[in-house]
Protein backbone atom coordinates (compact mmCIF):
# COMPACT_ATOMS: atom_id res chain seq x y z
CA UNK A 1 0.00 0.00 0.00
CA UNK A 2 2.85 2.46 0.84
CA UNK A 3 4.20 1.81 -2.72
CA UNK A 4 0.99 3.91 -3.90
CA UNK A 5 1.61 6.72 -2.00
CA UNK A 6 4.08 9.49 -2.95
CA UNK A 7 6.32 10.58 -0.73
CA UNK A 8 5.61 13.89 1.54
CA UNK A 9 8.82 13.55 2.94
CA UNK A 10 11.51 12.42 1.08
CA UNK A 11 14.50 11.07 4.18
CA UNK A 12 13.30 10.72 7.52
CA UNK A 13 16.02 10.16 9.87
CA UNK A 14 15.25 7.84 13.33
CA UNK A 15 14.49 10.44 16.09
CA UNK A 16 14.03 13.35 13.96
CA UNK A 17 10.24 13.94 14.77
CA UNK A 18 8.33 17.48 13.59
CA UNK A 19 5.27 19.11 14.25
CA UNK A 20 2.95 17.21 11.63
CA UNK A 21 2.91 19.72 8.58
CA UNK A 22 0.58 21.07 7.76
CA UNK A 23 0.68 19.14 3.70
CA UNK A 24 0.35 15.98 6.01
CA UNK A 25 -2.48 17.10 8.14
CA UNK A 26 -4.29 18.18 4.47
CA UNK A 27 -3.54 15.03 2.80
CA UNK A 28 -5.11 12.93 5.94
CA UNK A 29 -8.18 14.87 5.55
CA UNK A 30 -8.71 14.91 1.91
CA UNK A 31 -8.27 10.46 2.23
CA UNK A 32 -10.21 9.78 5.32
CA UNK A 33 -13.20 12.12 5.11
CA UNK A 34 -15.16 13.96 7.59
CA UNK A 35 -15.68 11.52 9.52
CA UNK A 36 -12.12 10.22 9.86
CA UNK A 37 -11.06 13.23 10.85
CA UNK A 38 -10.66 15.87 13.65
CA UNK A 39 -8.57 18.27 14.49
CA UNK A 40 -11.27 20.15 16.81
CA UNK A 41 -9.58 20.27 20.28
CA UNK A 42 -13.26 19.64 21.45
CA UNK A 43 -13.42 16.14 19.80
CA UNK A 44 -9.76 15.50 20.77
CA UNK A 45 -9.68 16.35 24.35
CA UNK A 46 -10.91 13.33 26.05
CA UNK A 47 -7.95 11.14 24.42
CA UNK A 48 -5.50 13.37 25.24
CA UNK A 49 -5.31 11.49 28.41
CA UNK A 50 -5.94 8.28 30.33
CA UNK A 51 -8.56 7.19 32.62
CA UNK A 52 -6.72 7.84 36.05
CA UNK A 53 -5.74 11.22 34.94
CA UNK A 54 -2.23 10.68 35.49
CA UNK A 55 -1.16 11.43 32.10
CA UNK A 56 -2.01 14.16 29.30
CA UNK A 57 -0.60 14.62 26.01
CA UNK A 58 -0.84 16.78 23.09
CA UNK A 59 -1.89 15.76 19.33
CA UNK A 60 -2.49 18.02 16.07
CA UNK A 61 -5.69 15.41 14.91
CA UNK A 62 -7.84 12.67 15.70
CA UNK A 63 -7.71 10.00 12.74
CA UNK A 64 -10.29 7.41 12.59
CA UNK A 65 -10.00 5.40 9.37
CA UNK A 66 -12.98 3.18 8.98
CA UNK A 67 -10.78 0.07 7.14
CA UNK A 68 -7.73 -1.73 6.98
CA UNK A 69 -7.18 0.09 4.20
CA UNK A 70 -7.59 3.53 5.40
CA UNK A 71 -5.43 2.26 8.47
CA UNK A 72 -2.64 1.47 5.83
CA UNK A 73 -2.78 5.08 3.68
CA UNK A 74 -2.93 6.75 6.72
CA UNK A 75 0.23 5.29 7.97
CA UNK A 76 2.08 4.83 4.76
CA UNK A 77 1.76 8.88 4.69
CA UNK A 78 2.95 9.32 8.80
CA UNK A 79 5.79 7.13 7.66
CA UNK A 80 6.40 9.16 4.67
CA UNK A 81 5.91 12.36 6.99
CA UNK A 82 8.26 11.07 9.84
CA UNK A 83 4.88 11.49 12.13
CA UNK A 84 4.80 9.15 14.86
CA UNK A 85 1.27 7.39 15.10
CA UNK A 86 -0.21 6.55 18.94
CA UNK A 87 -2.93 3.71 18.35
CA UNK A 88 -5.67 4.18 20.34
CA UNK A 89 -8.73 1.88 21.38
CA UNK A 90 -11.31 1.79 24.55
CA UNK A 91 -8.26 4.14 26.18
CA UNK A 92 -8.31 2.29 29.53
CA UNK A 93 -4.28 1.83 29.76
CA UNK A 94 -3.35 1.26 33.23
CA UNK A 95 0.51 2.39 31.97
CA UNK A 96 -0.27 5.75 29.84
CA UNK A 97 0.63 3.28 27.08
CA UNK A 98 -2.57 5.23 24.61
CA UNK A 99 -1.64 8.88 25.44
CA UNK A 100 0.44 10.75 23.29
CA UNK A 101 3.18 12.74 24.73
CA UNK A 102 3.17 16.74 25.20
CA UNK A 103 5.54 17.40 22.04
CA UNK A 104 2.36 17.59 20.05
CA UNK A 105 4.48 15.39 17.24
CA UNK A 106 2.49 12.89 17.27
CA UNK A 107 -1.72 12.26 15.85
CA UNK A 108 -4.08 9.76 17.19
CA UNK A 109 -4.96 6.73 15.44
CA UNK A 110 -8.15 5.83 16.86
CA UNK A 111 -9.50 2.15 15.78
CA UNK A 112 -13.17 2.79 17.25
CA UNK A 113 -14.90 3.13 13.48
CA UNK A 114 -14.03 -0.21 12.75
CA UNK A 115 -15.88 -1.77 15.21
CA UNK A 116 -17.63 -4.90 12.59
CA UNK A 117 -17.83 -8.74 13.88
CA UNK A 118 -16.36 -9.52 10.50
CA UNK A 119 -17.46 -13.61 11.29
CA UNK A 120 -18.54 -15.63 14.21
CA UNK A 121 -18.39 -19.32 13.13
CA UNK A 122 -19.75 -22.00 15.81
CA UNK A 123 -18.47 -24.82 14.22
CA UNK A 124 -15.01 -23.50 14.18
CA UNK A 125 -15.48 -21.82 17.24
CA UNK A 126 -13.68 -18.44 15.85
CA UNK A 127 -14.66 -15.12 15.35
CA UNK A 128 -12.99 -12.13 13.28
CA UNK A 129 -13.32 -8.49 15.03
CA UNK A 130 -12.17 -5.42 14.28
CA UNK A 131 -9.82 -3.66 16.17
CA UNK A 132 -12.69 -1.77 17.45
CA UNK A 133 -14.93 -3.95 18.86
CA UNK A 134 -15.76 -3.76 22.26
CA UNK A 135 -15.10 -6.44 24.15
CA UNK A 136 -18.37 -6.64 25.85
CA UNK A 137 -19.95 -6.57 22.25
CA UNK A 138 -18.25 -9.91 21.72
CA UNK A 139 -19.47 -11.85 24.89
CA UNK A 140 -22.90 -10.66 23.49
CA UNK A 141 -22.46 -11.62 20.26
CA UNK A 142 -20.77 -14.77 20.96
CA UNK A 143 -23.31 -15.50 23.65
CA UNK A 144 -26.24 -15.26 20.48
CA UNK A 145 -24.41 -18.86 19.02
CA UNK A 146 -24.24 -20.37 22.08
CA UNK A 147 -20.61 -19.84 22.05
CA UNK A 148 -18.56 -17.22 24.84
CA UNK A 149 -14.55 -15.36 24.41
CA UNK A 150 -13.48 -16.38 27.34
CA UNK A 151 -11.71 -13.48 28.39
CA UNK A 152 -13.14 -10.87 30.89
CA UNK A 153 -12.55 -7.63 32.77
CA UNK A 154 -13.86 -5.01 34.75
CA UNK A 155 -13.50 -2.40 31.86
CA UNK A 156 -15.55 -4.80 29.07
CA UNK A 157 -17.58 -2.32 28.33
CA UNK A 158 -15.07 -0.14 26.77
CA UNK A 159 -11.95 -2.41 26.07
CA UNK A 160 -11.67 -3.14 22.32
CA UNK A 161 -10.30 -5.90 20.45
CA UNK A 162 -7.63 -4.11 19.23
CA UNK A 163 -6.42 -2.68 22.59
CA UNK A 164 -6.64 -6.18 24.15
CA UNK A 165 -4.43 -8.03 21.76
CA UNK A 166 -1.72 -5.17 21.43
CA UNK A 167 -1.37 -5.21 25.38
CA UNK A 168 -1.73 -9.45 26.05
CA UNK A 169 -4.95 -8.47 28.20
CA UNK A 170 -5.44 -10.98 31.01
CA UNK A 171 -8.64 -10.38 33.49
CA UNK A 172 -10.25 -12.79 35.28
CA UNK A 173 -10.26 -15.97 34.10
CA UNK A 174 -7.18 -16.21 33.01
CA UNK A 175 -6.53 -19.24 35.80
CA UNK A 176 -8.57 -21.29 33.25
CA UNK A 177 -8.36 -19.75 29.26
CA UNK A 178 -4.38 -18.18 29.56
CA UNK A 179 -4.43 -14.39 28.22
CA UNK A 180 -4.75 -13.08 24.98
CA UNK A 181 -1.89 -15.55 23.58
CA UNK A 182 -3.75 -18.10 23.89
CA UNK A 183 -7.00 -17.17 22.84
CA UNK A 184 -6.05 -15.59 19.72
CA UNK A 185 -5.66 -17.17 16.57
CA UNK A 186 -4.30 -14.65 14.00
CA UNK A 187 -4.28 -11.07 13.43
CA UNK A 188 -4.11 -8.79 10.68
CA UNK A 189 -1.93 -5.50 11.26
CA UNK A 190 -0.55 -2.62 9.21
CA UNK A 191 3.02 -2.60 9.70
CA UNK A 192 4.90 0.62 9.59
CA UNK A 193 5.26 1.16 6.15
CA UNK A 194 1.94 1.24 5.38
CA UNK A 195 1.82 -2.23 4.33
CA UNK A 196 -0.91 -5.10 5.46
CA UNK A 197 0.17 -8.40 7.01
CA UNK A 198 -2.62 -10.84 6.88
CA UNK A 199 -2.20 -13.27 9.76
CA UNK A 200 -5.94 -14.20 10.07
CA UNK A 201 -5.67 -17.76 8.96
CA UNK A 202 -7.70 -20.37 10.60
CA UNK A 203 -4.51 -22.88 10.25
CA UNK A 204 -4.15 -24.61 13.65
CA UNK A 205 -0.55 -26.10 12.35
CA UNK A 206 1.33 -23.72 11.01
CA UNK A 207 5.76 -23.61 10.65
CA UNK A 208 6.44 -21.13 8.79
CA UNK A 209 9.56 -19.55 10.65
CA UNK A 210 8.59 -16.25 13.09
CA UNK A 211 5.46 -16.20 14.41
CA UNK A 212 4.61 -12.49 13.68
CA UNK A 213 0.73 -13.04 15.61
CA UNK A 214 2.57 -13.88 18.41
CA UNK A 215 5.11 -10.63 18.24
CA UNK A 216 2.56 -8.23 17.68
CA UNK A 217 0.65 -9.77 21.00
CA UNK A 218 1.48 -7.48 23.93
CA UNK A 219 3.78 -5.05 21.38
CA UNK A 220 1.64 -2.35 22.70
CA UNK A 221 1.15 -0.64 19.06
CA UNK A 222 5.26 -0.36 18.90
CA UNK A 223 5.60 -2.49 15.92
CA UNK A 224 2.23 -2.36 14.01
CA UNK A 225 -0.97 -1.18 13.81
CA UNK A 226 -3.48 -4.57 14.57
CA UNK A 227 -6.51 -4.12 12.63
CA UNK A 228 -8.35 -7.49 13.12
CA UNK A 229 -7.84 -10.47 15.14
CA UNK A 230 -9.61 -13.86 14.88
CA UNK A 231 -10.65 -15.23 18.43
CA UNK A 232 -10.70 -18.68 19.80
CA UNK A 233 -14.45 -19.54 21.24
CA UNK A 234 -15.55 -21.94 23.93
CA UNK A 235 -19.24 -23.38 24.41
CA UNK A 236 -21.43 -21.03 26.48
CA UNK A 237 -21.94 -21.10 29.99
CA UNK A 238 -24.54 -23.69 30.65
CA UNK A 239 -24.08 -23.30 34.52
CA UNK A 240 -21.88 -21.25 36.61
CA UNK A 241 -21.79 -20.28 40.45
CA UNK A 242 -20.02 -17.73 42.41
CA UNK A 243 -18.86 -17.86 45.91
CA UNK A 244 -17.28 -15.92 48.35
CA UNK A 245 -14.78 -17.37 51.48
CA UNK A 246 -13.74 -15.76 54.13
CA UNK A 247 -10.77 -16.26 55.57
CA UNK A 248 -7.63 -15.80 57.90
CA UNK A 249 -4.57 -15.27 55.66
CA UNK A 250 -3.24 -14.68 52.31
CA UNK A 251 -1.50 -18.10 52.55
CA UNK A 252 -4.90 -19.88 53.34
CA UNK A 253 -6.10 -18.28 49.98
CA UNK A 254 -3.35 -20.45 48.53
CA UNK A 255 -4.30 -23.29 50.35
CA UNK A 256 -8.22 -23.22 49.24
CA UNK A 257 -6.81 -23.21 45.71
CA UNK A 258 -5.05 -26.10 45.88
CA UNK A 259 -8.19 -27.52 48.17
CA UNK A 260 -10.40 -26.61 45.24
CA UNK A 261 -8.51 -27.91 42.45
CA UNK A 262 -7.76 -31.08 44.17
CA UNK A 263 -11.20 -31.23 44.60
CA UNK A 264 -13.64 -30.33 41.79
CA UNK A 265 -10.19 -29.97 38.88
CA UNK A 266 -10.53 -27.35 36.06
CA UNK A 267 -13.85 -26.02 36.80
CA UNK A 268 -12.49 -23.42 38.91
CA UNK A 269 -12.36 -20.35 36.25
CA UNK A 270 -11.87 -17.62 38.56
CA UNK A 271 -9.80 -17.14 41.54
CA UNK A 272 -9.63 -13.72 42.87
CA UNK A 273 -8.20 -12.46 46.17
CA UNK A 274 -9.91 -9.26 47.89
CA UNK A 275 -8.26 -7.85 50.90
CA UNK A 276 -10.54 -6.36 53.91
CA UNK A 277 -8.67 -2.94 52.83
CA UNK A 278 -10.10 -3.29 49.42
CA UNK A 279 -13.78 -4.56 50.08
CA UNK A 280 -13.70 -1.79 52.72
CA UNK A 281 -13.15 1.02 50.07
CA UNK A 282 -16.18 -0.42 47.98
CA UNK A 283 -18.29 -0.66 50.45
CA UNK A 284 -17.26 3.12 51.10
CA UNK A 285 -17.29 4.68 47.92
CA UNK A 286 -19.55 2.16 45.33
CA UNK A 287 -23.24 2.92 45.65
CA UNK A 288 -25.23 -0.28 46.26
CA UNK A 289 -22.64 -2.49 47.45
CA UNK A 290 -23.19 -4.34 50.37
CA UNK A 291 -20.95 -6.99 52.85
CA UNK A 292 -20.85 -9.89 51.44
CA UNK A 293 -20.65 -12.02 54.83
CA UNK A 294 -22.31 -11.46 57.81
CA UNK A 295 -18.84 -10.49 59.81
CA UNK A 296 -16.19 -8.94 57.78
CA UNK A 297 -12.92 -11.05 57.33
CA UNK A 298 -9.12 -9.88 56.73
CA UNK A 299 -8.98 -11.41 53.44
CA UNK A 300 -11.54 -12.58 50.84
CA UNK A 301 -11.81 -14.63 47.45
CA UNK A 302 -14.09 -14.80 45.23
CA UNK A 303 -14.24 -18.17 42.56
CA UNK A 304 -16.51 -18.86 39.83
CA UNK A 305 -16.83 -22.53 39.11
CA UNK A 306 -18.47 -23.24 35.39
CA UNK A 307 -19.46 -25.80 33.21
CA UNK A 308 -21.02 -25.70 29.57
CA UNK A 309 -23.40 -28.61 30.17
CA UNK A 310 -26.72 -26.91 32.25
CA UNK A 311 -27.30 -30.55 33.81
CA UNK A 312 -23.72 -31.04 34.56
CA UNK A 313 -24.12 -28.47 36.73
CA UNK A 314 -20.88 -27.36 38.87
CA UNK A 315 -22.91 -26.96 42.30
CA UNK A 316 -22.91 -29.25 43.91
CA UNK A 317 -19.42 -30.11 43.88
CA UNK A 318 -18.30 -27.01 44.71
CA UNK A 319 -20.64 -26.66 47.32
CA UNK A 320 -19.12 -30.06 48.77
CA UNK A 321 -15.30 -28.37 48.30
CA UNK A 322 -16.46 -25.47 50.24
CA UNK A 323 -18.13 -27.32 52.78
CA UNK A 324 -14.93 -29.18 54.02
CA UNK A 325 -12.97 -26.49 53.14
CA UNK A 326 -15.16 -25.07 56.40
CA UNK A 327 -14.53 -27.90 58.37
CA UNK A 328 -10.86 -28.21 57.92
CA UNK A 329 -10.36 -24.60 58.68
CA UNK A 330 -8.85 -23.25 55.32
CA UNK A 331 -12.15 -20.68 55.11
CA UNK A 332 -13.93 -18.97 58.00
CA UNK A 333 -17.58 -18.66 56.15
CA UNK A 334 -18.78 -18.33 52.81
CA UNK A 335 -21.66 -17.20 50.49
CA UNK A 336 -22.79 -18.56 47.83
CA UNK A 337 -24.99 -16.34 45.67
CA UNK A 338 -28.50 -18.06 44.91
CA UNK A 339 -29.43 -16.46 41.87
CA UNK A 340 -28.04 -14.30 38.95
CA UNK A 341 -28.28 -11.04 40.11
CA UNK A 342 -26.49 -12.53 43.52
CA UNK A 343 -23.59 -13.69 41.19
CA UNK A 344 -23.33 -10.13 40.06
CA UNK A 345 -23.43 -8.42 43.07
CA UNK A 346 -20.28 -10.44 44.40
CA UNK A 347 -18.57 -9.53 41.28
CA UNK A 348 -19.34 -6.16 41.71
CA UNK A 349 -17.56 -6.05 44.76
CA UNK A 350 -14.75 -7.03 42.70
CA UNK A 351 -14.37 -5.38 39.39
CA UNK A 352 -15.19 -2.37 41.31
CA UNK A 353 -11.66 -2.25 43.39
CA UNK A 354 -10.02 0.01 41.32
CA UNK A 355 -13.12 2.74 40.64
CA UNK A 356 -12.99 2.56 44.37
CA UNK A 357 -9.51 2.67 44.82
CA UNK A 358 -9.28 5.74 42.27
CA UNK A 359 -11.82 7.79 44.51
CA UNK A 360 -10.00 6.81 47.74
CA UNK A 361 -6.89 9.31 46.69
CA UNK A 362 -3.48 9.01 44.86
CA UNK A 363 -1.82 5.49 44.94
CA UNK A 364 1.25 4.09 43.93
CA UNK A 365 0.23 0.76 41.27
CA UNK A 366 1.92 -1.95 40.91
CA UNK A 367 1.09 -4.53 38.65
CA UNK A 368 2.91 -7.29 39.85
CA UNK A 369 3.83 -11.42 39.13
CA UNK A 370 5.77 -14.03 41.10
CA UNK A 371 4.56 -18.00 41.15
CA UNK A 372 1.47 -18.86 42.47
CA UNK A 373 3.30 -20.38 46.14
CA UNK A 374 5.65 -17.76 46.30
CA UNK A 375 3.00 -14.97 46.24
CA UNK A 376 1.56 -14.81 50.10
CA UNK A 377 4.64 -14.95 51.42
CA UNK A 378 5.77 -12.42 49.28
CA UNK A 379 2.80 -10.09 49.59
CA UNK A 380 3.04 -10.54 53.41
CA UNK A 381 6.71 -9.52 53.19
CA UNK A 382 6.36 -6.50 50.62
CA UNK A 383 3.59 -4.77 52.63
CA UNK A 384 5.54 -4.95 55.68
CA UNK A 385 8.04 -3.41 54.68
CA UNK A 386 6.66 -0.95 52.16
CA UNK A 387 4.81 0.37 55.29
CA UNK A 388 7.11 0.41 57.46
CA UNK A 389 9.85 2.28 55.23
CA UNK A 390 6.94 4.88 54.23
CA UNK A 391 5.18 5.51 57.35
CA UNK A 392 1.02 6.26 56.35
CA UNK A 393 1.01 4.40 53.50
CA UNK A 394 -1.45 1.32 53.05
CA UNK A 395 -0.49 -1.57 50.32
CA UNK A 396 -4.19 -3.28 49.07
CA UNK A 397 -2.72 -5.54 47.49
CA UNK A 398 -5.94 -7.66 45.42
CA UNK A 399 -6.24 -9.72 42.02
CA UNK A 400 -5.42 -12.62 40.51
CA UNK A 401 -4.24 -14.92 43.29
CA UNK A 402 -4.97 -17.88 41.14
CA UNK A 403 -1.92 -16.31 38.33
CA UNK A 404 0.63 -15.19 40.93
CA UNK A 405 -0.36 -11.66 39.80
CA UNK A 406 -1.70 -9.39 42.37
CA UNK A 407 -1.98 -5.32 42.09
CA UNK A 408 -0.08 -4.34 44.78
CA UNK A 409 -1.23 -1.02 45.45
CA UNK A 410 0.38 1.33 47.50
CA UNK A 411 -1.91 4.15 48.63
CA UNK A 412 -0.81 7.48 49.61
CA UNK A 413 -0.36 8.67 53.85
CA UNK A 414 -3.80 10.58 54.15
CA UNK A 415 -3.89 14.15 52.93
CA UNK A 416 -1.46 13.67 50.42
CA UNK A 417 -2.12 15.44 47.24
CA UNK A 418 -1.73 14.23 43.64
CA UNK A 419 1.49 14.78 43.63
CA UNK A 420 2.44 12.04 45.97
CA UNK A 421 2.84 10.21 43.17
CA UNK A 422 5.50 11.25 41.60
CA UNK A 423 7.34 12.29 44.09
CA UNK A 424 7.62 9.35 47.66
CA UNK A 425 5.10 7.12 45.48
CA UNK A 426 8.09 6.63 42.81
CA UNK A 427 10.65 5.63 45.56
CA UNK A 428 7.89 2.99 46.75
CA UNK A 429 7.71 1.63 43.40
CA UNK A 430 11.20 0.99 42.88
CA UNK A 431 11.46 -0.38 46.49
CA UNK A 432 7.96 -2.66 45.49
CA UNK A 433 9.72 -3.34 41.71
CA UNK A 434 13.33 -4.17 43.47
CA UNK A 435 11.51 -7.05 45.77
CA UNK A 436 9.71 -8.27 42.90
CA UNK A 437 12.70 -8.67 40.79
CA UNK A 438 15.05 -10.07 43.81
CA UNK A 439 11.53 -12.56 44.01
CA UNK A 440 12.32 -13.55 40.33
CA UNK A 441 9.10 -11.98 39.56
CA UNK A 442 7.86 -9.61 36.69
CA UNK A 443 7.06 -5.81 37.05
CA UNK A 444 4.53 -6.04 34.76
CA UNK A 445 2.13 -8.99 34.81
CA UNK A 446 -0.77 -7.85 32.68
CA UNK A 447 -1.22 -4.06 32.10
CA UNK A 448 2.11 -3.69 29.99
CA UNK A 449 4.84 -1.25 30.16
CA UNK A 450 3.39 1.95 28.12
CA UNK A 451 5.24 5.34 29.57
CA UNK A 452 4.46 4.13 33.59
CA UNK A 453 7.00 1.51 33.30
CA UNK A 454 9.09 2.63 30.41
CA UNK A 455 12.28 3.40 32.98
CA UNK A 456 11.49 0.67 35.25
CA UNK A 457 12.14 -1.72 32.43
CA UNK A 458 15.29 -0.06 31.53
CA UNK A 459 16.58 -0.08 35.27
CA UNK A 460 15.58 -3.97 36.07
CA UNK A 461 15.19 -5.90 32.68
CA UNK A 462 18.00 -8.30 31.35
CA UNK A 463 20.14 -6.46 29.07
CA UNK A 464 19.94 -9.22 26.69
CA UNK A 465 16.38 -8.83 26.62
CA UNK A 466 16.59 -4.88 26.19
CA UNK A 467 19.22 -5.79 23.15
CA UNK A 468 16.38 -7.98 21.31
CA UNK A 469 13.40 -5.54 22.17
CA UNK A 470 15.30 -3.01 20.50
CA UNK A 471 16.47 -4.55 17.64
CA UNK A 472 13.48 -6.09 16.88
CA UNK A 473 11.79 -2.94 17.09
CA UNK A 474 14.44 -1.11 15.01
CA UNK A 475 13.90 -3.61 12.11
CA UNK A 476 10.26 -2.84 11.68
CA UNK A 477 9.72 0.63 12.66
CA UNK A 478 13.44 1.89 11.91
CA UNK A 479 11.97 5.79 11.92
CA UNK A 480 10.43 4.71 15.08
CA UNK A 481 7.02 6.29 14.00
CA UNK A 482 4.60 3.45 15.70
CA UNK A 483 3.32 4.04 19.27
CA UNK A 484 6.77 6.29 20.09
CA UNK A 485 8.08 6.50 24.32
CA UNK A 486 5.85 3.28 25.26
CA UNK A 487 7.26 -0.45 26.05
CA UNK A 488 10.39 -0.43 24.46
CA UNK A 489 13.02 1.83 26.87
CA UNK A 490 15.59 3.85 23.83
CA UNK A 491 19.35 2.95 23.98
CA UNK A 492 21.15 5.20 25.71
CA UNK A 493 24.64 4.89 23.01
CA UNK A 494 23.69 5.50 19.85
CA UNK A 495 21.34 3.63 17.01
CA UNK A 496 24.01 1.48 16.28
CA UNK A 497 24.70 -0.02 20.15
CA UNK A 498 27.12 -3.19 21.17
CA UNK A 499 24.26 -5.35 22.09
CA UNK A 500 22.87 -4.78 18.56
CA UNK A 501 25.88 -5.24 17.22
CA UNK A 502 26.58 -8.30 18.92
CA UNK A 503 23.25 -9.50 17.73
CA UNK A 504 23.48 -8.78 13.98
CA UNK A 505 27.15 -9.01 13.10
C1 LIG B 1 -8.11 -5.40 37.85
O1 LIG B 1 -7.67 -6.54 37.98
C2 LIG B 1 -7.46 -4.48 36.88
O2 LIG B 1 -9.13 -5.00 38.46
C3 LIG B 1 -7.08 -3.13 37.50
O3 LIG B 1 -6.36 -5.08 36.27
C4 LIG B 1 -6.12 -3.20 38.62
O4 LIG B 1 -6.52 -0.93 39.30
C5 LIG B 1 -5.73 -1.87 39.27
O5 LIG B 1 -4.60 -1.77 39.78
ZN1 LIG C 1 -6.03 -7.14 36.87
Not at 249 to 272: M, Q, W, Y
Not at 321 to 343: H, N
Not at 402 to 419: K, L, Q, S, Y
Not at 480 to 489: D, F, H, Q, S, Y
Amino acid sequence: MADELAPVAAFVMPGMMSSPPQELLGRLADRLGPKGYSADPADLAPWLTDWRGRYRGQAAALLSPASAEEVGAVVGLCAAAGVPLVPQGGNTSMVGGATPDSTGDALILSLRRMNAIRSLDREANLAVCEAGVVLETLHNAALAEGRRFPLSLAAKGSATIGGLVSTNAGGTQVLRFGTMRSLVQGVEAVLPDGSLFNGLSPLKKDNRGYNLTQLLIGAEGTLAIVTAASLKLVPAVGSRVVAWAGLASAADALRLLRHLEAAIGDVVESFELVPRTALDLVLAHVPGTRPPLAEPTPWNVLVEAVSPIAAASPEKPLYGALRSALELGIIQDVAIASSEAQAGELWRLRETISEAERQHGPAAKHDISVTVEQMPGFMTAAAMEVEERFPGTQVIAFGHLGDGNVHFNVAAPRGAGPDWVDGEGTEVSVLVHDLVTGAGGSISAEHGIGQMKLGELARLADPARLAAMRAIKHALDPAGIMNPGKLVPPADGPAGSLARERLNP
